[in-house]
C-alpha cells in the first residue's frame, strides 16, 4: 500500500512561483514512475509530469519550461517547482504513483492564480 500526502497549494499572482511536495509513505526507490496530474473545474484531470525511478521525466507541453518535477529518495518525497505561473494553471493538483502496475494517488492540493 503507498499512501500520498500533498502540500504547499495555495494562492497566487500571475507570474509567481509554487513548490508542491508529496510526502509517500515507505520507500520511493520501489515506485516506478511518480507524477502530478491536475485537474481543473469542469475539465478532465490531466497530466502534468511524470518521472521514473531513473530520474526520466515527461512534462505537459503546456508546462514545459515552467514547472520541474524532482524527487528525493532520502526524504520519500517528490517535488514539483511552479514557476511563471498562469491563470490556466489554476486546478487541483494530484500526486500519482505507480508501483506494480497499481496507481495510487493523494487527495490533492488546489493552487489557485489570480490577481
Known amino acids: 500500500q503507498v499512501q500520498l500526502v500533498e502540500s504547499g497549494g495555495g494562492l497566487v499572482q500571475p507570474g509567481g512561483s509554487l513548490r508542491l511536495s508529496c510526502a509517500v509513505s515507505?520507500?520511493?526507490?520501489?515506485?516506478?514512475?511518480m507524477g502530478w496530474y491536475r485537474q481543473a473545474p469542469g475539465k478532465e484531470r490531466e497530466l502534468v509530469v511524470v518521472?521514473?525511478?531513473?530520474?526520466?521525466?515527461d512534462y505537459a507541453d503546456s508546462v514545459k519550461g515552467r514547472f520541474t518535477i524532482s524527487r528525493d529518495n532520502a526524504k520519500n518525497t517528490v517535488y514539483l517547482q511552479m514557476n511563471s505561473l498562469k491563470p490556466e494553471d489554476t486546478a487541483v493538483y494530484y500526486c500519482?504513483?505507480?508501483?506494480?502496475?497499481?496507481?495510487?494517488w493523494g487527495k490533492g492540493t488546489l493552487v489557485t492564480v489570480s490577481s
Open positions: 500519482n504513483a505507480n508501483r506494480l502496475d497499481i496507481n495510487y
Open positions: 515507505g520507500s520511493i526507490s520501489s515506485i516506478n514512475v
Open positions: 518521472i521514473t525511478r531513473g530520474g526520466t521525466t
